[in-house]
């Protein structure tokens, strides 16, 4: 079975600095995708970015940046230049290319300081 | 607004009632996702359906919760007998069934279970 940690809770950051949120996962399997989503307050849930695991290059999308170490099962997500805007839950989730079964970690409570 | 719509967005209830949710995807998604949400959690898997076919669910289906997905358009999530474990957000989400399968995530029913 999938399994994906989330062990930062909570977390803050001022507004223009950088902040990393961290991510493990545990599968068998050796093709999946993994993906960061993000929840603002009593908004809906949306895609920041995602990885292909058979890539080796990090993802990124303009401010958003991944380090994906897949030996450690490590994908963890950098926001550069923090905006108020980004404070929000964010997710990290794993599915394998086998199966539509998406597995999200319990979250990460961003709160960007102005 | 062409994004995934769910209603009601908010649902109290006595314990045993039966209820019915409904999610509207976005029109050329072939595929809808149901999950389930509690506070502090991050989104588990119900069930996924492929146009019209109910092609995964997940064992946190319990006999007490059906979805359909009659025309392959918007799709319908009952649970019977209402219990307070019920209580949750039930997102919905859908995507075009390509190989990354980008999920696009409605705003969610709040159910609450008295």
């Known amino acids: 079975a999938q399994t994906v940690t989330q062990s930062q809770p909570e977390m803050s950051v001022q507004e223009a600095e950088t902040v990393t949120l961290s991510c493990t996962y545990d599968?068998?399997?050796?093709?999946?995708?993994l993906f960061w989503y993000k929840q603002p307050p009593s908004r809906q849930m949306i895609l920041v970015i995602r990885?292909?695991?058979?890539?080796?290059q990090n993802a990124t999308e303009n401010r958003f940046s991944v380090n994906f170490q897949k030996a450690a099962k490590s994908f963890s997500l950098k926001i550069s230049d923090s905006q108020l805007g980004d404070t929000a839950m964010y997710f990290c989730?794993?599915?394998?290319?086998?199966?539509?079964?998406?597995?999200f970690g319990a979250g990460t409570r961003l709160t960007v300081k102005p | 607004d062409t994004g995934v719509s769910q209603n009601p967005r908010h649902k109290i209830t006595k314990r045993g009632q039966n209820v019915t949710f409904r999610c509207d995807p976005i029109s050329e998604h072939n595929r809808l996702y149901w999950y389930r949400q509690t506070l502090g959690q991050g989104p588990e898997f119900l069930t996924y359906?492929?146009?019209?076919?109910?092609?995964?669910k997940s064992r946190l289906l319990s006999d007490r919760f059906s979805a359909e997905r009659p025309k392959g358009s918007f799709s319908t999530l009952e649970i019977q007998r209402t219990e307070q474990g019920d209580s949750a957000m039930y997102l919905c989400?859908?995507?075009?069934?390509?190989?990354?399968?980008?999920?696009?995530f409605g705003p969610g029913t709040r159910l609450t279970v008295l």
């Open positions: 989730a794993f599915r394998a290319i086998s199966n539509n079964d998406m597995r």
């Open positions: 989400a859908s995507s075009l069934g390509l190989v990354i399968d980008e999920q696009f």
């Open positions: 599968t068998s399997e050796n093709n999946y995708y």
């Open positions: 990885q292909e695991a058979y890539k080796q």
């Open positions: 359906f492929q146009n019209e076919a109910q092609l995964e």
